[in-house]
């Protein structure tokens, strides 16, 4: 029994003859990769459910940036939209452009304007693993309109 427990003891010395010591773990980068459900309000439409679908990569020289897909449902207005998105992230916040994937007609405004972003949503939210959380800007034909947005995985 003593040569059994001195062969091993051996085995384990000779195993850590090239061992540095323990190594610090790799710090991870929170990803917000994934589908993620929630409420997105609107004034005149209310509240509606908002699924976004992100996809996060991180860019040398830009940061960390989100693409993806989006739908939302407004019942109360029988009104329904989807389209993409792109935006950035940081450890605590995101922003975020929702682009409807048809917009609504709008008359052309006059002078060199541009194409209007009418539709279209921007968001800025606080980020946590598994919330983001924040307020919302419309652009319609006339005006903006501000509202919230809160979702989670």
Do not use: K, Q
Not at 72 to 77: G, L, Q, R
Not at 105 to 129: F, K, Q, R, Y
């Amino acid at each position: 029994m003593l040569a059994v427990l001195v062969v091993m003891a051996g085995l384990g010395a000779a195993g850590c003859a090239d061992d540095d010591g323990p190594t610090a773990p790799t710090p991870t980068v929170n990803t917000l990769s994934g589908t993620w459900n929630g409420t997105l309000s609107e004034p005149g439409a209310g509240t509606g459910r908002l699924v976004v679908v992100l996809e996060e990569r991180t860019v040398t020289g830009l940061g960390r940036l989100l693409t993806g897909g989006w739908t939302v449902s407004f019942p109360n207005a029988g009104r329904y939209d989807s389209g993409s998105l792109t935006g950035t992230i940081t450890d605590t916040e995101a922003h975020l452009l929702l682009t409807p994937a048809s917009r609504p007609a709008c008359p052309t405004p006059p002078g060199p304007i541009g194409p209007l972003p009418v539709g279209d949503w921007a968001l800025e939210m606080s980020v946590s693993a598994r919330r983001l959380a924040g307020t919302s800007l419309y652009f319609t034909c006339t005006t903006t309109l501000n509202g919230t947005v809160e979702l989670t995985r």
